[in-house]
């Protein structure tokens, strides 16, 4: 198999770990009224897979560092399909909450180590292209994957999607077991020589625009089904086409950003799509009762939402270039542990005041991200200016 081939295999299985994440997102409502659960207990299926992956991640690398990578990801696929099956033959919320742990554990494995594995079966010069490739999947599970799953749910009981997640995941490690050569792990990297960076200001500072930014989106993605099924009164098929438009959005921001960013420099960017996506969320409220006008808002929103990723990610980067791979992967379980809190905020949103509450509550969590990235371009600056001797070059 080629180079490509494998790379693009890697990028599928990225897709099922998206699809399986932010699938709960797409089906919440149907969840809920099958299992016996609130809407709000429902969602926090959303927060253990997020809590699992942010924790469990990070030591699990650490712990099979020297492991070979192939091998690695074999094991954390076995699991990821076995956590699948589960979700699909267990009855009742709890051993669902059971599966969807084991579902997050493996499921950042699998990221990381297709990551690692895609640098390395990679042409030479080509290994940001084959990480943009893994990392796509990722991102066209919400353009798919989400839709999807909601069509299916609509025509079947909701359980069949992770049943169809287990089969292609088995599928997956029978195609990983025979195409993808063997690589050796690396040397292992502390956890506390990972969490050392966090001692710095401007490292905080960086990773809580991430941070706020994600709980900003999770709190309103979270519940966007029920949102616009029960205040703006769409229909089934409805809510499908325009999770699939949200989604088509997403991917047009994202690269939009990183357009952006090459040309008007990262704050720039960060500042202007994030206060862009505040904007879209007050006008999801005050226009919540329009099927039509919601549809074009919810895309100019989801475009707001990804185009920060690129910027942010070099963002991280410029922050600490001697350590950017620690860096970024802070910045991953710094991701996950957002969509936690935002899917415990909205929870909370929604059951201490209202559903119709959740794209204000959403904003604050953006505006706080804006000012995140203010702060941080002043810390840079006044860094620099120390530093240098005189004004910094750095972008507004």
């Known amino acids: 198999m080629s180079s490509t081939l494998k790379i693009y295999t890697l990028a599928v299985l990225s897709f099922l770990v998206g699809t399986s994440e932010y699938i709960i997102a797409g089906i919440l409502d149907k969840i809920a009224e099958s299992t016996g659960v609130t809407l709000v207990t429902a969602g926090q299926l959303i927060t253990i897979f997020s809590l699992s992956y942010a924790f469990g991640t990070p030591i699990i690398m650490a712990l099979t560092a020297c492991m070979e990578r192939r091998k690695l990801l074999l094991y954390a696929l076995t699991l990821f399909v076995i956590s699948n099956v589960l979700a699909y033959i267990l009855p009742g919320y709890e051993l669902l909450i059971a599966s969807r742990i084991l579902m997050g554990i493996s ?70 077991a025979i195409t993808i050569p063997r690589i050796d792990g690396e040397a292992p990297v502390p956890l506390r020589n990972q969490f050392a960076l966090l001692k710095q200001p401007k490292m905080v500072i960086g990773l809580s625009v991430s941070f706020f930014w994600i709980t900003g989106y999770s709190i309103f993605y979270s519940y966007i089904s029920p ?107 710094t991701i996950q542990l957002a969509m936690a809190a935002g899917a415990g905020i909205g929870g909370v949103a929604v059951e201490q005041i209202s559903l119709t509450t959740i794209s204000w509550v959403s904003a604050v969590g953006i505006a706080f991200a804006v000012g995140a990235v203010i702060l941080s371009l002043r810390y840079v600056r006044s860094f620099s200016s120390q530093t240098l001797g005189g004004p910094s070059n750095i972008d507004a």
């Open 227 to 333: 949102f616009l099924l029960t205040v703006t009164g769409m229909s089934d098929k409805t809510l499908s086409i325009t999770l699939f438009a949200v989604g088509i959005a997403s991917l047009i921001g994202s690269r939009f950003g990183g357009f952006s960013t090459d040309k008007w420099g990262i704050h720039r960017t960060l500042i202007g799509g994030l206060s862009l996506n505040v904007a879209a969320l007050i006008l999801i409220m005050l226009f919540a009762q329009s099927s039509v006008i919601i549809l074009a808002v919810l895309i100019i929103w989801s475009f707001a939402t990804w185009s920060p990723g690129p910027p942010q990610q070099l963002h991280l980067i410029t922050l600490a270039p001697e350590s950017s791979g620690i860096m970024l992967s802070l910045n991953n379980s």
């Open 107 to 176: 499921a950042g494995v699998t990221i990381v180590a297709s990551l690692t594995i895609a640098t390395k079966v990679a042409l030479p010069g080509k290994q940001g292209s084959a990480i943009a490739a893994v990392l796509m999947g990722f991102t066209a599970s919400l353009i798919l994957g989400v839709p999807i799953g909601r069509v299916i749910s609509s025509a079947y009981e909701w359980k069949t999607i992770f049943g169809g997640i287990g089969l292609v995941g088995l599928l997956a490690i029978f195609i990983i």
